[in-house]
């Protein structure tokens, strides 16, 4: 065996034992990630979970609903998994009712950390027409939702050029987290079939 291959393999010995050690964290979302990409069984989203849920106590359903989602694409297109999950090109392999609540999810995470000037911003023509179409897919998804205040969120983004303006959508988006979630959670209870995730 030449040097090349026993890195090789040595890499991969030390990738499958650091993803041993996450699977044992207490962090679900750090377990779970390392789990998916051991091929071990995470846990399930039932019917009654999905029904029981409302605004208030649907922050762990609705992770467990992220991670799901990363689980399907993860076996649809396998790759090295991240602490953000997997590229969105393997979601955009899901059906629409998937890719409506992870990116709706994932969009308002990101604004809700402070970064509504990274989401909006641009610097050219080509990157501003790939945000255009980035936001034209979350306007579907957030139609589908019934969420207005998201869309208008989302047109007010697109305006927006100074950092004043940015501060404002990022105190407007944690002012609209409940709402966001029970429109979220009544979405998926609409296509529950969908979000049965075994």
Do not use: C
């Not at 999950?85 to 994932?106: H, M, Q």
């Not at 007010?156 to 105190?171: L, M, P, T, V």
């Amino acid at each position: 065996m030449d040097k090349k291959e026993q890195l090789r393999i040595w890499k991969e010995k030390e990738r499958e034992r650091e993803l041993t050690e996450n699977s044992l964290s207490e962090n679900l979302r750090t377990s779970t990630l390392a789990k998916i990409q051991l091929n071990e069984p995470i846990f399930h989203i039932s019917k009654d979970d999905i029904l029981n849920a409302n605004a208030t106590n649907s922050f762990e359903l609705l992770q467990k609903i992220d991670l799901k989602i990363i689980e399907l694409a993860f076996k649809v297109k396998p790759t090295k998994l991240d602490i953000n999950g997997v590229n969105d090109e393997a979601i955009r392999t899901l059906s629409f009712p998937l890719k409506a609540v992870y990116f709706t999810n994932e969009f308002e995470g990101l604004l809700s950390l402070g970064d509504a000037d990274k989401e909006f911003y641009y610097e050219d023509n080509l990157e501003k027409s790939q945000r255009d179409n980035y936001f034209n897919e979350l306007i579907n998804y957030y139609v589908e939702m019934k969420n207005q205040k998201m869309i208008s969120l989302i047109d007010d983004g697109k305006k927006a050029k100074r950092q004043k303006d940015f501060d404002k959508i990022s105190d407007i988006i944690e002012q609209l987290e409940i709402q966001n979630d029970e429109l979220r959670i009544n979405y998926i209870k609409q296509n529950i079939e969908k979000f049965e995730l075994k």
